[in-house]
């Protein structure tokens, strides 16, 4: 880690790198879990909150918006004042959060709790990117981010199976006061093992940039999540979508004109770092598209809730086997070949989706299935670790709320357009609308529909992989 010495000249100590790693990863687990353990429990606080599932719905997506609204803002503000500091910030809040959480006597101060929550798994999740950039040599990083998403996807295979046995065995406020002991711990990694950094004085805060970045993002995740349920085209729906874009066109004026923006122009000059951030955007939004699989693998194929959850692990065990090996390799051949061939076999795996029918079998499933998580593990961690090797020290925090805030956002938009893009998909192969919705159309206008957003989400990968492609042709030139 860096200790500075003098004004302009950093010594950089990489000695307590698997100290920080580990730090991380606590974060890192503890945030991802948290995602996937409330959302089997929905079911559960409807029933036992006395309140409807639209209502019920506002415990995740309070933490969601919270989350990504904030990342940006968190990266700059740990660049003026230091990302220890707000690491160790996020682990408190998360963990008080977590416990008043558990404590909620209403689903009105459950969804309340869950911001306050949000608001520290920001400050975990902008900054761990930048802590494991920082903590290791360029020629080790691909392998640290690689373990980082094996942390991701150890929490989204734990989640879900956790929660179910928590559900079962005690109560749903356990779900919460899981978090406590966890967050206790990595509150006492960071503290001990996190060098504390001393970014540069005389910088100032971008109030306007950070007020209209969080509006428009608040803009378009609500028309999303409105659209959603009432249409895209309702005029609640866009109202919001007109509010979150106007802010956002006045982020950019405001950017161009503060001499140190909350996103620094400066950032996008470099075509790799620009590159690697359209292509994650890309990748995140098909991945988008998983919320369906479980509605095609219960009601399509009529396997259990159990068989369901042990069918869908195949993605996130393969990410988390193959993000370290990936990463490993870009160290030593460079990260744009293995992130290539990452897109490519994520192009592969979506295409084989596309022949799903009402008489696949769960190993064809899992063989088709299989091909995205591998896919995803070999692209991401060279991706994210060119990505923030390009950015400049003093705004590592900066880089690594963007990616975070790409990767929500890619996924909240997937689930919202690609949701949409199923339901019109299957109401085509079943010959209209029908009352009931989508879910009540025949199986094989439901096969089909997923098949078709498969095609869809191909055509989003292959676009990924020929700007991938392009920025390789233009680096070998230069």
Not at 123 to 135: D, N, P, R, S
């Amino acid at each position: 880690m860096a200790q500075i010495h003098s004004e302009t000249t950093p010594v950089i100590d990489y000695s307590r790198k698997w100290l920080v790693l580990s730090a991380v990863a606590m974060g890192i687990f503890l945030a991802t879990i948290d995602g996937s353990i409330v959302n089997v429990a929905l079911p559960t606080l409807s029933a036992a909150l006395g309140a409807d599932f639209a209502t019920v719905q506002w415990v995740v997506l309070s933490y969601l918006l919270t989350i990504t609204t904030l990342l940006a803002v968190v990266g700059r503000l740990a660049d003026m004042y230091g990302r220890k500091r707000l690491y160790n910030s996020g682990f408190v809040v998360f963990t008080v959060g977590s416990l008043l959480c558990g404590l909620s006597p209403s689903v009105g101060w459950l969804i309340g709790f869950r911001v306050l929550q949000g608001i520290g798994a920001a400050l975990i999740l902008a900054l761990g990117l930048a802590l494991v950039t920082e903590a290791f040599p360029p020629q080790e990083r691909g392998r640290a981010l690689g373990i980082a998403g094996s942390i991701v996807s150890i929490g989204i295979v734990t989640g879900p199976t956790l929660g179910g046995v928590i559900i079962e065995n005690l109560s749903w406020h356990w779900i919460f006061f899981v978090n406590v002991p966890i967050g206790i711990v990595g509150t006492y990694l960071v503290w001990r093992n996190i060098p504390a950094t001393r970014p540069p004085g005389g910088q100032a805060f971008d109030f306007g940039g950070a007020a209209t970045l969080c509006l428009g993002l608040l803009g378009i995740l609500l028309g999303l999540t409105t659209g959603q349920q009432e249409g895209f085209t309702s005029p609640q729906a866009l109202g919001l979508f007109v509010f979150g874009i106007f802010f956002l066109l006045a982020l950019l004026y405001i950017q161009r004109r503060h001499p140190q923006p909350i996103i620094d122009p400066v950032l996008f000059r470099n075509r790799l770092f620009t590159v690697n951030l359209v292509t994650g955007l890309l990748v995140f939004v098909g991945l988008g598209s998983g919320v369906l699989i479980p509605f095609y693998l219960e009601t399509v194929l009529g396997y259990s809730v159990q068989q369901v959850g042990l069918l869908l692990a195949v993605v996130p065990i393969a990410l988390g086997i193959v993000s370290p090996i990936s990463g490993v390799l870009s160290d030593r051949v460079g990260s744009r070949p293995i992130s290539v061939l990452g897109l490519a076999v994520t192009l592969l795996g979506y295409l084989a989706l596309s022949t799903l029918s009402t008489e696949t079998t769960a190993v064809g499933f899992m063989l088709r299935y299989v091909l995205v998580g591998v896919g995803v593990g070999l692209f991401q961690s060279p991706n994210n670790s060119a990505m923030m090797g390009t950015a400049p020290r003093e705004r590592l925090g900066v880089a690594s709320g963007l990616l975070a805030m790409t990767r929500n956002l890619g996924q909240t938009v997937g689930i919202a357009v690609l949701g949409a893009l199923w339901a019109a998909l299957v109401f085509g192969a079943a010959g209209g609308p029908m009352a009931g919705g989508a879910t009540a159309a025949p199986l094989a206008a439901q096969a089909a529909g997923l098949a078709g957003v498969s095609r869809i989400v191909a055509g989003l990968v292959g676009v990924a992989l020929l700007v991938a492609l392009w920025a390789w042709w233009g680096e070998r030139r230069a």
